[in-house]
Each structure stands twice: as structure tokens, then as C-alpha cells.
């Protein structure tokens, strides 16, 4: 238990508990005990920058996923001659996923191909304006190295005049399991150009996807990919937050009314 002093106009109970002399019993009806617990109103206050914190948040929302369960979806083989692309509906994450090949070499020499997204393949959900649905955020796949670890893995995709590419960091791929890549779109960092507004434009008109992979040594080797997905990063709409500051003013306001 502890002790509130109210405003009461009594200077006789305010110098008494300062001098620490006890009280009397004409004076007790100005000093009433209380427990000593959090007020709703003020938590309602101070958890309020978090409630709106947790609201501005820009939610990630998966535009499409190419999964390849009945058929290659419009993808194919860049490069003629180098990497043969097919479907393949013995491996996958679901049904079926994409398969690229590359023959065995009686001299090693190297080769690169790539699996490409033209502006038909996955029915165009992939192309076109990506700020159409909200802040380009990331592409995300599956891999599978069936042999050996490719020499090289890079994402590459046209739009507006430009070409951008990056490499992905392969050190984590493991022969005959999947791994997911994820490759942000969310900054020019790191690709190949400092030009944030010629990225910013190619998202906004993408024209090509290209998945492209580097053999590795001169035995046959098979590469495979699933789940080939555009996320997007969305602000919730203001009325979200309007209604938590509706509700913690309302809080403050019932506590008030309580104790008035």
C-alpha cells in the first residue's frame, strides 16, 4: 500500500508529512490509501509509439510464384548449343520444377547459360511494372545442384534500355539438396550500376529474367529450379493506424471518466 496526496487546499497534512508527524483524524479524509499499480491510461500512452511503430511497418506480400508443377510456364534456354532447358516432373519442391543440363565435355572449356523469363513466360506475371504492386522488395527461388556446385550463379533481368545483374553467393550450396536464394530488389546495392533511378525505372518495366549458371569441370551436370517468386514490400493503409490512435485515446478517455 502507499500514499496519494490530492490537491486539497490543506497545508496542515502537507507539512505534517513532511516533518513526518503523524496525522489527525480531521485531516485523514484528504489522505486515502492506494495500491501502487500501473494506470491503464498511462500504459496505453507509452505502449502507443509501438503500436504505431508495429503498423508503419511495410508488409512483404508475395505477388506470384512460379512453381512449374504442369509445364516449363513459358521459361526456356537462353543460349542455344550450351544448357538444355526442360521441365521436369520427377523433381521438385511440388510437382515439377525447371531443369537445365549441361552435357559432358571431353575438354573442359567453359560454359554459361541461363533459364529466361520473356515477357509471355509465367502468363506475364512476372514482367511488366512491378510498382504496380507496391515497393519491389525481393526475388526468391529454389536451386538444386543434382552434381556439383555451379562455377557461378547470377540473376540477370532487362527493362526500360537497362540490364542489371548480380551474383549470387553460391557458398551454401549443398549437391543433391535444395537451397533458397533470395536476391533483394530493394536497392541498386550491389548489382552492377550505382544508378538508383535506371534501376528504379527497369523495375518498372522488366522485359527479361534470366537465371544464369556457369558449369562447373567437364562431367555432365544438372541444375534445377522451383518456386520462382516476386515479393513486394506494402504500407498498410492509414486508416490502420487511425484506428490505434482512436483506441488509445479511448483508453486514456474511459481511465479519466473512472477516476474523475
Not at 538508383?196 to 537465371?211: M, R, Y
Not at 549458371?213 to 529450379?225: L, N, V
Request: glycine residues 12%; contains cysteine; negative net charge.
Amino acid at each position: 500500500m502507499g500514499i496519494e496526496v490530492r490537491e486539497c487546499g490543506c497545508k496542515r497534512v502537507e507539512g505534517a508529512l513532511k516533518r513526518g508527524h503523524p496525522l489527525s483524524v480531521g485531516h485523514v479524509p484528504h489522505v486515502r490509501p492506494v495500491c501502487l499499480r500501473a494506470r491503464p491510461s498511462l500504459l496505453c500512452l507509452m505502449l502507443l509509439p509501438a503500436f504505431a511503430s508495429t503498423v508503419c511497418l511495410a508488409d512483404l506480400v508475395e505477388v506470384y510464384r512460379e512453381t512449374w508443377d504442369s509445364d516449363a510456364a513459358g521459361w526456356a534456354d537462353r543460349d542455344s548449343g550450351k544448357m538444355s532447358s526442360v521441365w521436369s516432373a520427377s523433381t521438385g519442391q511440388g510437382a515439377g520444377s525447371l531443369q537445365g543440363s549441361f552435357s559432358s565435355q571431353t575438354v573442359a572449356f567453359p560454359e554459361i547459360d541461363a533459364f529466361r523469363l520473356g515477357a509471355s513466360g509465367s502468363g506475364g506475371a512476372l514482367t511488366g511494372n512491378y510498382w504496380a504492386h507496391g515497393t519491389p522488395a525481393a526475388w526468391t527461388f529454389d536451386f538444386l545442384a543434382a552434381d556439383t556446385p555451379p562455377s557461378s550463379l547470377l540473376l540477370r533481368f532487362t527493362g526500360a534500355g537497362n540490364s542489371f545483374f548480380r551474383a549470387v553467393d553460391t557458398v551454401g550450396v549443398t549437391v543433391g539438396g535444395w537451397s533458397e536464394v533470395n536476391v533483394p530488389l530493394s536497392s541498386v546495392e550491389e548489382w552492377n550500376s550505382t544508378d538508383g533511378v535506371a534501376f528504379s525505372n527497369a523495375l518498372g518495366a522488366v522485359e527479361t529474367v534470366d537465371i544464369q549458371i556457369a558449369r562447373s569441370g567437364s562431367g555432365a551436370q544438372s541444375y534445377y529450379i522451383d518456386n520462382f517468386s516476386l515479393l513486394v514490400s506494402v504500407v498498410p493503409e492509414p486508416g490502420a493506424l487511425s484506428l490505434i490512435l482512436c483506441g488509445a485515446l479511448l483508453c486514456g478517455w474511459s481511465q479519466r471518466k473512472a477516476r474523475s
